[in-house]
């Protein structure tokens, strides 16, 4: 069980419908951001973000996470057969995008396989496989290769056709749109990856941004959706776990936004 207690307010939407203007139009309702977390690493491992906002929380998240232990990129199918194995079934493996439990066996790169996908897209930034953002294991998850290869490296945003084998996953020309279970997942993801990786190690800087259509930038869209995800797919018992098994067994840091989602919309 993940060491990792959490106790949840997710914040009640309030909207004020007086009108005092004839043809005042209301605002579209939005989801809400999460209400204020507290976890069992607040005292230690967060202890110098705690009560910060924006820049200054970023800048202290990039100082915490950035102590690391990293891995080899071949290293990365173990560690996936291990932080994402199937709770119901110990042979297999939740692919994301699709959903689908998979042999962990069938770790490969021909049809009826999975991958490992590199949810910030190892082309924005041109980082590849390197040790580091190419092998962090924040954002690299088991995922069917022929889902993995429509995602290819498109930008995120909602809309577009039925992905095939997809689980629900929607596409078009420049953009993905995960299913909903993942949802929240890629946006947390998106952002670890932004946080921890500002351009200071030789790498780029990643950070996300309103367009789709990045290409070999270092940029990934759009981020008013993606901030949209996270408050609509708050984090599950598997994300959790999953960001605890990265902390104990292979990179030694955290996902700050699984532990604390409400630090998506403080800093962004």
């Known amino acids: 069980m993940p060491a990792t207690t959490h106790i949840r307010r997710w914040k009640t939407l309030a909207l004020t419908t007086s009108a005092v203007l004839v043809g005042l139009t209301l605002p579209t309702m939005t989801a809400t951001p999460a209400s204020a977390t507290t976890t069992a ?19 202290s ?20 057969k291990v932080t994402d194995q199937d ?28 991958n490992r996908e590199h949810v910030w897209a190892k082309s924005h930034g041109d980082f590849g496989e390197v040790t580091g953002p190419g092998t962090d294991l924040h954002h690299l998850r088991p995922a069917d290769v ?33 299913r909903d279970a993942d949802k929240g997942d890629v946006a947390r993801m998106i952002l670890y990856m932004a946080v921890r990786y500002d351009g200071g190690d030789g790498f780029a800087d990643l950070e996300p941004n309103e367009k789709v259509n990045n290409g ?16 609509e797919d708050p984090p599950s018992a598997f994300e959790e776990k999953r960001n605890q098994v990265i902390y104990d067994t292979y990179q030694h840091n955290r996902n700050p936004f699984i532990d604390h989602p409400e630090w998506v919309d403080a800093i962004w």
């Open 41 to 59: 690493y607040d005292s230690t491992y967060y202890k110098n973000a705690i009560g910060k906002t924006g820049s200054s929380l970023k800048s």
């Open 61 to 80: 998240l990039h100082t915490i996470i950035s102590s690391q232990t990293k891995i080899s990129y071949s290293a990365v199918w173990d560690a996936l």
């Open 216 to 231: 070999s930038n270092p940029y990934i869209g759009k981020l008013s959706v993606l901030k949209a995800w996270s408050d």
């Open 146 to 178: 022929q889902v993995n290869s429509i995602r290819g490296n498109k930008d995120f945003d909602n809309g577009g056709s039925t992905v095939s084998g997809g689980g629900g996953s929607l596409t078009d020309s420049d953009s993905f749109e995960p």
């Open 87 to 114: 709770p119901n079934n110990s042979n297999n493996v939740i692919l994301l995008y699709s959903g689908t439990s998979r042999a962990k066996s069938l770790n490969g790169g021909d049809v009826g396989d999975w």
